[in-house]
């Protein structure tokens, strides 16, 4: 699997709030590679992740993986695509509410169409190396910001995804925790040699990145 974004451009928002979130980016990322996004905020990191991960249409441009062009399949092959071979954890964690941190990562393995029963063990085994083992019944409700975001790293790595997107993964904790979960990242990647993409602000990330994309020098003067 390669992720190639080519000449792709975003716009977000209408009327007075419209803004170019991505010009014309040209930029690939390869399997077994972890990549740190960098740039300051409002330069398109969360953009570009949304885009590779089938969630934002390019108005321009377009999102190859594996030479495949995204906005050639179907809504419904894309959504497969995002639930069988993408991983995705968003900013803002995106759990579902209700369910606790186990089954979070349950219904993502039974959306996969894996059999969740078999795949318990891996689950506790995951969630305990995000440092949740002990939070296995706590629903989203019932977790600091910095533990929802942990169970939704856990969950995107549990179907080992070939396509890894990762927003902002340290923001919400401290630096043991930070360096624990870069270590997860970086593991994950070599051995499944998925193309890893890690939006962050934190030199944990980036140190431990093998390489690293500014979106200054890739998507100079996004924003009006
Ligand atoms: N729905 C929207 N409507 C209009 N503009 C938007 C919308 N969402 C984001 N933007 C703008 O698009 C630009 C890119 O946003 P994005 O979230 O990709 O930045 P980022 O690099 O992830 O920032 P941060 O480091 O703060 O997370 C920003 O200038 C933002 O204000
Ligand atoms: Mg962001």
Do not use: W
């Amino acid at each position: 699997m390669s992720l190639h974004l080519h000449d792709v451009t975003v716009t977000l928002g209408k009327g007075e709030s419209r803004t170019t979130a991505l010009r014309k980016l040209d930029v690939t990322f390869r399997p077994g590679v972890l990549t740190a996004l960098v740039g300051p905020s409002g330069s398109g990191k969360s953009t570009l992740l949304a885009v590779a991960g089938a969630l934002l249409r390019p108005d321009e441009g377009q999102v190859l993986l594996n030479g495949a062009d995204l906005a050639a399949l179907t809504d419904r092959e894309r959504a497969r695509a995002r639930r069988e071979r993408i991983g995705y954890m968003f900013q803002s964690g995106n759990l579902l509410t209700g369910l606790t941190a186990e089954e979070q990562l349950l219904a993502a393995a039974s959306l996969a169409g894996r059999r969740p029963r078999a795949l318990r063990p891996k689950v506790r085994a995951l969630l305990d190396e995000v440092g949740l083992g002990h939070r296995l019944a706590h629903r989203p409700d019932q977790l600091s910001g910095g533990e929802r975001q942990r169970v939704a790293l856990a969950r995107a790595l549990l179907v080992e995804p070939e396509l890894l997107l990762v927003d902002e993964p340290t923001a919400a904790v401290d630096r043991a925790r930070a360096d624990d979960l870069t270590a997860l990242i970086a593991r994950t990647t070599h051995e499944h040699r998925c193309v890893t993409v890690v939006a962050t602000h934190d030199p944990v990330v980036t140190n431990a990145a093998d390489t690293t994309v500014d979106m200054q020098t890739h998507a100079p003067a996004a924003t009006a």
